[in-house]
């Protein structure tokens, strides 16, 4: 196969490429062909969601690393471009909307999107890598590419499952509904929590050891002969930076307002532990996040001969090893100071939230999830494009209205100027056509001796 | 030479214009009586001439077909045709979208335009101008009724003279196909019709009108 | 023999059927003599497989070609049977419109598809794709209610139209094959037009014109734009299990009679204008389909747009050659055939539970038939084109081929229109499967054969999309082998 | 180099940074012509604050309490990454930047979910600031962070102190002014000082950090307030080490080691006399033009890490 490929003229190779760039792209859901994402995930049950996010987005992954790595075996520098910018594209505008989102499922199905977007940027990197003839980055750009995947399916599917768990407790995925169920699923609550750490990042969770082997094909970037590459990786970093930065912000908001506080309704606040096999299934993959987040040598090994195996390149660099032995060492740091530090303190009596002196806080003072990523919104507004309307009925005083009422409506802009008009075109196409299918079957017949007649005056001309 | 000779080289050479005749009275015509009438006359030139082709070759094909067009074309269609239209009960009127002069005139058109049209293949395939430009009008003939008129029973009309029109083009270029491939197609052609029948009756029977330009339940 | 078997069961079991007033008795003498058909075809396969070619006199042949398409229907009839039981519950009692007039019409319509496969002449051929109209005409109208009557009339007439420019293309052919030299009692019989072909050079403008009567007319029956107008209303209109024999069998059987004078007008003046002409209805095909998909409102007429697409498809590997094109070509018949019965079938349950096939009135199905909603899905993410389900692999096949052939234009006219059928699908299944559990009016029980038939699509198309069986492939080999 | 010294000025780091906090406290009050506290106030702070009853709101679930804990651990963790008085570190090969990017964030990540537990709409808005203000302070903290480490051919901490320790002043390449401009703005919102929050503020309009930590008492308290004051003590020794380290211990020198906490004194002590003029003289922004001052930050950022490829 390799060889029929390296045969194969570069139009066609470039093709291939595209191809299945575009293809598997869709399926993979990067920007701007991850709409169907964010709509099948919510209608999905909790298990599939889980299976969709971990296995088939993954599979369009493999698909295109087989075919791009092991198939074609790398191509020109522009393919790895092309690749980072939709990961680019990808990761910061799946984070954006998933910002916004107050469905637990559509946000962690944009999350999802955010992250195949992430994993973009390792392909990328690896296909600039491999261009430039560093054979050993790339190698470290596709094992973090590869290790990042793998993560995510494991805590994506701990999401999903725990998102699952918070609709059969509560019959609600609306966050803003929930609330305080860390109290009431303290197992749940708790593995949730892990599955946020992991999906942002942060050391001794697995999602890091992806995102920091990314970092540093990044930074590597700029030890390549040209200026662009140069220039290009190394700011890509920034990107993943900001990515991380957001969905640390977004996923503190899910996590904050769904698990702590009060809870906003009556089912948040009856909510019980789910059954303890659906308990058992997610500590596991909780157990599986940290245990790869301070040990990530053990699947560091396997990846890396898999992509060596594609990549036909020697092993890891020296400058990549150290993280391994260095997250356990911090791990034991944390865990030491962390248990000292709780140890000093004894927690002598529960009292009532402050109140500024007022009668005891409702679970409407809290901030809600719409408050809480108002800021960020604001900054990124030219991203997304909110209908608002703000109606106010007042009765005879007019500083105390009856009520307020705030509808807010995101499309995003994105969506309104890419598809909008893109599909506006086909639609306006397809109804036009649609009346040539007019019901009147003399006419259809009419059709066929047009036909018949066009290809006679063809034929004479060709 | 003979009487018979004489006759049979007449009717060869004139046939293309008595064909042309009905297409034009088909085209003039109001009630769908006339045109199973014109058709059934259509079917009897054809095989008149069939008849001279298999004299003049001495043909036990040819005879065998001139025989099949006389018993399926001539009698059983226009038959199973009349029956049709006398048990629907319905009115009788083509439903032209064209009015009897301008479907004339476009009728006198086609025949023009494939005249026009055979005039370079004649030469090649060294075959009598006049006769392929008759398939050649029939087809279109049977064309243009099946679009122009709105009647169920005047679209199986036209499609008769449409398959009329190629069984003469093959008739004029090559006497006619092998023999058990005529069959077929003649078997296939009666059921059609009778086929075409039924769904006739059902169109009256659900919808209450024959009228197929109304059919339009169905679009998009 | 075996061939005659391959026509005389389904003959005799629509005689039969027609005898047993009692429904249950109906269905169990369809079910055997449906898998009589099943063991006779299968039977058939292999001994074409070992000896390369059947003959049975004159008329009747088998080779290759045949065999792989033999299989194709072998496959549709026995899911296509097994589907009838459940949906025949439903069957509302009329004149015509009972179980055994269903399934005598239904071995008709098998009768003249077999018959159109195993035609050694390309004049039996025409007669036999003419009878499937006739036979199925009827099954199209088989409610009998306004929109059944209406589809089946502009069916029969347009379809039959169409046919007789094919007739007329056969004639052209055969004038071609005289002209040129050929014995004429023996100028329709494919083997020998096929040997001929090289020195039909003198009437090279005769054998143009045959093509374009024949593609316009197969091209009917197929539905390429612009003469698929009958499709979307007989596919709509027709019962369920008959929208997915026409949809997975017929369309097939006008492109194999396509396929088979494609490959002569190749061998007498080369492929050039033949396959210009294919990628001319292939690339209009695809793109209008996708266009007009994404307007529909009624789930079967946008399964029927769909078909068109697909068979665009088709044409488009076919015109664009080459062994890897006619793999694919071939491949994506019965990869088609597969998802687009699943398809139906599951639209036939929509139907049943819902009661409409209008799009906008069905919603909640994901919570209300999750079977049927996971039959759906699995469907048309094959149907789209999705790894790992077979169409990918043909869809694959039939774009690397078009690049390699350098065939830019249709190449990337038939990666937009797939985008844009995968948004028009997304676009309407995602509404129909969302919402609540609440706007199910009707609760409907899948029987284990609805069950089994949907398993077995799915199997079957996950298949496909992962490895092609060694005797399959061998099949495909040996079809390829007779059309080069 | 010997860990000995890497844990003493670790420990030296943890020890000191309520003293930092102390004194520009007090250089803000003089210049404010006011007294101001002791520069050891702050310790007693802490003192006063470990002995006393924490309490924790009825709403609050285990996390709240964890919290504190986890941003304590980390911080003194990430303290042990950067070089102060020798240009090692205890985490030296592995304690890159990134590393140490990524455990300030999951500090400040448990500290958002804290304020969140009490329930109150103050820990809401305080998280929900912190939130904007992080996510957008990542970026050019990484990227300066990354043309420094491309200037140095090192990304671990210690090992950037350790080259440019190496090199004279007048080698260095021009790109570290850049980098520094970015640097010293995203320290400045990092640590939560004027312009971008305000330390001493208690007022709900403006407040960020404050508004965090509102409803933590006791020992809790103290822990945040000891891990913020490391924190800022922290990324004030990193900028000394990586635009400033000359006069820090390399080798195993005693007298270069026994100089090094004199040449850290005057450096820090002139940063604090920096923070304490620009915090009198300057208001803070308004919440939504800190984007903007980060915004700042990330185009310098981006200019640096761009001019370390042009300028090879």
């Known amino acids: 196969m390799r060889a029929a490929a390296a045969s194969m003229p570069m139009g066609l190779r470039t093709g291939i490429f595209l191809l299945s760039f575009v293809g598997f792209g869709t399926k993979a859901g990067i920007v701007p062909f991850h709409l169907w994402l964010p709509k099948a995930h919510p209608i999905a049950p909790s298990p599939v969601s889980a299976l969709m996010s971990a296995v088939m987005l993954k599979t369009a992954i493999y698909g295109f690393v087989r075919f791009t790595f092991d198939f074609l075996g790398g191509g020109p520098a522009w393919w790895g471009y092309v690749v980072l910018l939709a990961g680019a594209v990808t990761g910061l505008l799946g984070i954006l909307y998933a910002l916004t989102e107050h469905d637990m499922k559509r946000l962690l199905a944009y999350s999802s999107v955010e992250n195949i977007g992430i994993i973009y940027l390792g392909l990328g990197a690896a296909l600039v890598f491999m261009a430039n003839n560093a054979p050993v980055w790339a190698t470290v750009a596709l094992v973090a590419a590869l290790l990042h995947a793998l993560n995510h399916s494991l805590f994506k599917s701990l999401l999903f499952l725990g998102a699952g768990a918070i609709a059969d407790a509560t019959h609600t995925l609306d966050i803003e509904m929930l609330g305080g169920l860390l109290k009431r699923m303290r197992v749940t609550g708790t593995v949730f929590l892990i599955g946020c750490c992991s999906i942002i990042g942060l050391p001794l969770f697995n999602g890091f050891v992806g995102e920091w082997m990314l970092f540093r094909s990044f930074v590597a970037g700029s030890e390549l002969p040209g200026i662009l590459s140069a220039i290009v990786l190394p700011l890509m970093a920034g990107v993943l930076a900001l990515i991380g930065g957001i969905a640390a912000a977004c996923f503190a908001k899910l996590y904050g307002i769904a698990f702590l506080g009060r809870p906003r309704s009556l089912d948040a606040e009856r909510a019980a532990e789910v059954a303890a096999s659906m308990q058992a299934a997610m500590a596991l993959l909780a157990a599986a996040c940290v245990v790869i987040g301070i040990l990530p040598g053990i699947v560091l090994n396997p990846l890396t001969v898999l992509a060596r195996e594609l990549l036909h390149t020697p092993a890891l660099p020296e400058a990549v090893l150290p993280i391994a032995h260095t997250l356990p060492w911090i791990a034991a740091c944390v865990a030491v100071l962390a248990i000292a530090a709780a140890g000093i303190r004894r927690i002598k009596r529960t009292v009532p939230t402050w109140a500024c002196g007022l009668p005891a806080l409702n679970s409407r003072m809290q901030y809600s999830s719409a408050a809480f990523s108002k800021p960020l919104r604001k900054v990124f507004s030219r991203v997304y494009e909110a209908d608002r309307t703000v109606e106010v009925l007042y009765t005879q005083q007019p500083y105390f209205p009856k009520s307020i009422l705030y509808r807010s409506v995101r499309t995003t802009s994105f969506e309104k100027s890419l598809y909008r008009p893109a599909v506006d075109a086909v639609v306006g196409m397809a109804s036009r056509l649609r009346r040539l299918q007019t019901g009147n079957m003399q006419v259809y017949l009419l059709y066929i001796f047009l036909a018949v007649i066009a290809l006679l005056v063809f034929m004479r001309f060709a | 030479m003979g009487l018979i000779e004489i006759a049979a080289a007449k009717a060869l050479a004139s046939s293309a214009v008595f064909l042309f005749f009905t297409l034009l009275v088909m085209a003039a015509a109001k009630r769908i009586s006339t045109c199973i009438v014109m058709f059934s006359v259509q079917s009897a030139i054809m095989a008149a001439e069939i008849l001279a082709v298999a004299y003049a070759n001495k043909s036990a094909e040819a005879y065998t077909i001139a025989a099949l067009v006389i018993v399926v074309k001539v009698l059983a269609i226009p038959y199973l045709l009349f029956r049709i239209v006398r048990n629907l009960k319905a009115s009788q009127d083509v439903a032209s979208s064209t009015t009897g002069a301008q479907s004339v005139f476009i009728m006198v058109g086609l025949i023009l335009l494939s005249f026009f049209a055979v005039a370079p293949y004649a030469r090649t395939l060294r075959v009598d101008e006049d006769m392929l430009a008759a398939s050649i009008a029939l087809l279109l003939a049977g064309a243009f009724l099946m679009v122009s008129r709105k009647k169920a029973l005047m679209q199986v009309i036209g499609l008769l003279i449409l398959e009329n029109g190629i069984l003469l083009a093959a008739l004029t270029t090559i006497f006619g196909m092998p023999l058990v491939i005529e069959i077929g197609i003649f078997f296939d052609l009666l059921m059609g019709v009778f086929l075409m029948g039924l769904f006739v009756f059902r169109i009256r029977d659900t919808f209450e009108h024959l009228d197929v330009s109304k059919l339009r339940r169905l679009r998009g | 023999m075996t061939l005659v078997l391959l026509l005389l069961v389904p003959f005799l079991a629509a005689l039969l059927v027609l005898t047993c007033k009692e429904s249950r008795r109906a269905v169990l003498v369809a079910m055997s003599a449906g898998a009589i058909e099943g063991a006779a075809i299968v039977n058939a396969v292999w001994r074409i497989l070992a000896a390369g070619a059947l003959q049975c006199g004159q008329y009747l042949r088998a080779d290759g070609l045949t065999a792989f398409f033999l299989l194709n229907v072998g496959v549709i009839l026995a899911l296509v049977l097994t589907y009838s039981i459940g949906y025949l519950r439903h069957i509302p009692a009329g004149r015509f419109s009972s179980p055994r007039w269903f399934y005598s019409l239904t071995f008709l319509f098998v009768f003249t598809i077999m018959a159109v496969f195993l035609s050694a002449n390309l004049g039996m051929l025409w007669i036999c794709v003419e009878s499937t109209t006739l036979a199925s005409a009827l099954l199209v109208g088989f409610y009998n209610t306004k929109g059944a009557v209406e589809a089946g009339w502009k069916y029969l007439v347009v379809c039959t139209v169409g046919i007789a420019f094919a007739l007329f293309g056969t004639i052209a052919l055969y004038l071609a094959a005289v002209r040129s030299g050929v014995n004429p009692a023996s100028a329709l019989d494919w083997t020998v037009l096929m040997n001929a072909a090289p020195s039909f050079g003198v009437t090279r403008d005769l054998v143009k014109l045959s093509f374009v009567f024949v593609a316009v007319g197969y091209g009917t029956k197929i539905g390429f734009v612009p003469m698929h107008s009958w499709l979307p209303d007989a596919h709509a209109e027709a019962p369920t299990p008959i929208s997915a024999l026409l949809s997975a069998v017929l369309l097939n059987c006008a492109m194999y009679a396509l396929l088979r004078f494609d490959t002569i007008t190749s061998h007498a003046i080369g492929g050039e204008f033949s396959h210009t002409l294919l990628l001319i209805f292939g690339g209009l095909s695809v793109t209008v389909a996708a266009l007009l998909m994404v307007v529909q409102r009624d789930l079967k007429r946008l399964l029927a747009y769909s078909s068109i697409e697909h068979m665009g498809i088709v044409a488009i590997g076919i015109g664009v050659g080459g062994p890897l094109g006619l793999f694919g070509a071939l491949l994506h018949t019965f990869n088609h055939s597969i998802a687009k019965s699943l398809m139906f079938f599951t639209s036939g349950n929509v139907r049943e539970s819902f009661g409409t096939l209008r799009m906008r009135r069905i919603h909640g199905m994901a919570r209300s038939m999750p079977w049927t909603s996971a039959g759906l899905v699995v469907g048309s993410l094959a149907i789209v084109g999705m790894p790992p389900f077979g169409l990918f692999i043909s869809e694959f096949m039939i774009l690397t081929a078009a690049f390699g052939a350098s065939r830019y234009l249709i190449a990337i006219l038939l990666l937009v229109s797939l985008s844009v059928v995968f948004g028009a699908l997304l676009h309407h299944f995602q509404r129909m499967l969302a919402g609540k559990r609440t706007d199910v009016p009707a609760k409907l029980k899948l029987l284990p054969s609805d069950f089994a038939v949907m398993g077995v699509c799915t199997a079957l198309l996950l298949l496909f999309g992962v490895h092609i069986p060694g005797m399959f492939a061998f099949l495909l080999q040996r079809a390829l082998v007779v059309l080069q | 180099m010997n860990p000995a010294i890497d844990l003493i000025q670790s420990l030296l780091l943890v020890a000191i940074a309520p003293l930092v906090s102390g004194v520009i406290a007090r250089l803000k009050a003089q210049m404010q012509n006011r007294r101001g506290a002791s520069v050891l106030r702050p310790y007693a702070d802490l003192l006063k604050l470990f002995r006393k009853h924490d309490m924790a709101p009825d709403t609050a679930s285990w996390l709240f309490r964890f919290a504190p804990a986890a941003l304590f651990a980390v911080t003194v963790t990430a303290a042990a990454f950067v070089p102060v008085l020798h240009a090692s570190a205890l985490f030296g090969v592995g304690g890159d930047f990134i590393l140490l990017v990524y455990l300030l964030a999951f500090g400040r990540f448990f500290l958002m979910l804290g304020a969140m537990d009490g329930g109150s709409s103050f820990g809401g808005l305080g998280a929900s600031r912190e939130a ?59 640590t939560g000082r004027i312009p971008v929050d305000n330390p001493s503020s208690h007022l709900e309009l403006t407040m960020i950090h404050e508004a965090m930590v509102l409803e933590y008492s006791g020992a809790s308290l103290a822990l945040i307030e000891w891990a ?70 990330s185009a310098l950022a981006i200019l640096a890490v761009a001019f370390t490829a042009l300028m090879r």
């Open chain 4, 132 to 190: 904007l203000v992080s996510a957008l302070a990542e970026a050019p903290l990484l990227l300066a962070l990354t043309s420094v480490a491309i200037l140095t051919h090192s990304i671990s901490v210690a090992g950037i102190v350790l080259f440019t320790l190496q090199q004279h002043p007048f080698q260095l390449s021009a790109v570290f002014v850049f980098a520094l401009g970015a640097l010293v703005l995203v320290a400045i919102a990092e």
């Open chain 4, 228 to 297: 913020s004051s490391i924190k800022l003590t922290l990324i004030l020794a990193l900028l000394i080490g990586v635009f400033a380290p000359w006069g820090m211990a390399a080798g195993a020198s005693l007298v270069a080691l026994a100089l090094a906490p004199l040449f850290f004194a005057l450096k820090l002590a002139a940063l604090t006399i920096a923070i304490a003029v620009l915090e009198s003289s300057i208001a803070k922004l308004r919440m939504y033009q800190v984007p903007d001052f980060l915004g700042m930050a």
